[in-house]
């Protein structure tokens, strides 16, 4: 079925309210999609997508498509990792279990994988879909990117993409290459750290070109280590920003300081790292830690993401499993044959069951950390195109139900803008911020019923490119509202108003349960009631949870 053979339902031209959020649900959409098949879901990849208003388009206001959440996970491994456990299929039910419509399996680079595995796991992938056409299952990869750490890099599902995946790992993989060192003091670090940026436009020209349908790369776990410095993160973005569209806001790893269960010293994220010679050494020691589950890079207001941000340019967060070695879980690996190891077969033993609970700090996919992707078809290349446009939030827990987010101009009718939009309006002029939030309506896989608190609004203003690469603060970013929220069921709409002052500027959202929160990194004063860190060996992470959003840009005409 071609893009052009689409139902008409399926096509939000012909029936504007098919994909609104108050209208036909995701449940909705995925149930029409079931009806199709796998053929549905791959033929109707293609989205609209919605371009920032060129430079020399003056029109004011802004309008976006109303949209549909699909959820997902994009940073998954199997038994196609040398340091994870599990099946396809054990994942992809667990995904199925928890409520998930897309996930990316993101085995490790190494010579057994690069060698043996990749093509191994595709047909694996190629089964797994087939099995489960409600679920999109894409094939990824963890890159070990030159000169820092990780990288979930992504295709869509057509004739090359194992290929693209497998030559890209031989050539600019950093584990392989041996161009791991990124240090100040190491002499190859501007050798490997163009070679990361080499490896970005590579993947763009296979995309340019129609190699493959589609690519996206993230960066994983980025504050663990404090390897990813800022000037590599940006040349990294600047590289291909189609391509390279963001960063994991909060890492996987999220059972990790389950009191009692993994020792008196854990993290959530497994962020226990100190400062090492590969570090970045402009990095604080407060940015080594999670902060409600969160990336120091993401919870800091005023901090790395909104220095980025402040630059006027998308810069997206996500949320992932991670998987590897679930908590509590009773399954270890299987033994080896005689003369077998890793890189010989690219592939572990499939996992035995021991009824006794096994090492681990991960959840299943869907489990805990949850990422939600607006698209306005059902598809591989509409959750990619969504995550391009940046109309993605996440939350912890199974926090909220859902979450729509509009900016409009006051004097305008339409529904404005949404999350990784742009508005352009006149210095002066009223705006208003609609957030729809519907609250948890039944317990999430812990038990609980999770209650929203608080909604915060985060305001930054736009300032343009940085003239110190290396910038990892947002100074006129601060907590500009926040509205209390608690007790509040259902589904309701904050209206917040704003007024466009000189400067353009940005808006994101975040909230949280309430149970844990202080004065953030950079102070009260700017940000009054932030996440903060929990103490080693007790972090509970049912019992602290969040939820973040994507910015919205507004573009001061004049400004």
């Not at 812990?446 to 343009?464: C, F, S, T």
Request: proline share 7%; hydrophobic share 35%; charged share 20%.
């Amino acid at each position: 079925m071609t893009e052009q053979q689409l139902p008409t339902w399926a096509d939000p031209s012909v029936s504007p309210a098919a994909l609104d959020p108050q209208g036909v649900s995701r449940r909705g959409l995925l149930r029409r999609a079931g009806l199709f098949g796998a053929a549905f879901a791959l033929g109707s990849a293609a989205t609209t997508r919605t371009p920032a208003l060129a430079a020399g388009d003056r029109r004011l206001g802004g309008e976006d498509p109303r949209l549909a959440y699909l959820v997902g996970d994009h940073h998954i491994h199997s038994v196609y990792s040398h340091d994870a456990k599990y099946t396809f299929s054990q994942l992809a039910a667990a995904g199925a279990k928890y409520g998930l419509d897309w996930m990316v399996f993101t085995e490790h680079s190494n010579f057994g994988h690069a060698g043996h595995g990749a093509a191994l796991e595709h047909e694996e992938i190629l089964k797994a879909r087939a099995e489960n056409p409600r679920q999109l299952i894409f094939q990824g990869l963890e890159w070990y990117i030159p000169a820092a750490e990780h990288c979930t890099v992504f295709t869509a599902p057509g004739r090359h993409e194992v290929d693209l995946l497998t030559r890209f790992e031989s050539a600019y993989d950093g584990k392989l290459l041996a161009y791991d060192k990124g240090g100040p003091a190491d002499a190859d670090t501007a050798r490997n750290e163009a070679h990361a940026v080499k490896g970005i436009k590579w993947l763009a020209q296979q995309r340019r070109s129609g190699y493959v349908d589609d690519v996206l790369v993230l960066a994983n776990h980025p504050m663990r280590l404090g390897i990813d410095s800022p000037h590599e993160m940006r040349a990294w973005r600047d590289a291909a920003p189609e391509i390279m569209i963001g960063m994991e806001g909060a890492p996987g790893a999220q059972g990790a300081a389950i009191p009692g269960w993994r020792g008196a010293t854990s993290i959530r994220g497994e962020y226990e790292n100190k400062p090492s010679a590969q570090s970045w050494p402009g990095y604080p020691a407060e940015a080594y830690l999670t902060y409600g589950g969160f990336d120091w890079a993401t919870a800091t207001v005023g901090g790395l993401w909104d220095s980025m941000l402040a630059e006027g340019r998308l810069f997206s967060v996500t949320t992932n499993s991670d998987a590897h070695r679930i908590v509590f879980d009773t399954w270890k690996n299987g033994d080896w044959q005689p003369g077998q190891s890793f890189d010989t077969t690219g592939k572990l033993p499939d996992p035995v069951n021991t009824d006794t609970p096994q090492p681990g700090s991960d959840f299943w996919p869907g489990q805990f950390s949850r990422t939600h992707v607006g698209v306005t078809r059902y598809g591989y290349r509409a959750v990619m195109a969504g995550m391009r446009a940046g109309r993605v939030w996440l939350d912890h827990g199974h926090l909220l139900d859902g979450l729509d987010v509009r900016l409009a101009r006051d004097r305008d009718r339409g529904r404005g803008v949404t999350l990784g939009g742009r508005l352009r309006v006149r210095k002066g002029e009223k705006l208003t911020l609609n957030v729809t939030v519907t609250t948890a309506s039944r317990p999430n896989p812990q038990g609980i019923l999770p209650g929203l608190a608080h909604v915060d609004v985060v305001r930054g203003a736009v300032r343009g490119p940085v003239a110190d690469r290396d910038t990892w603060m947002a100074p006129d970013t601060r907590v500009a509202a926040s509205k209390d929220v608690s007790g509040r069921k259902g589904t309701y709409t904050l209206r917040i108003p704003l007024t466009a002052g000189e400067e353009s500027f940005y808006v994101r959202l975040r909230g949280s349960d309430g149970n844990r929160n202080g004065p953030g990194c950079l102070g009260a004063s700017v940000d009054p009631h932030g996440p903060v860190p929990h103490a080693p060996g007790d972090g509970d992470p049912w019992a602290d949870t969040w939820f973040y959003s994507n910015p919205v840009f507004v573009d001061v005409e004049g400004s």
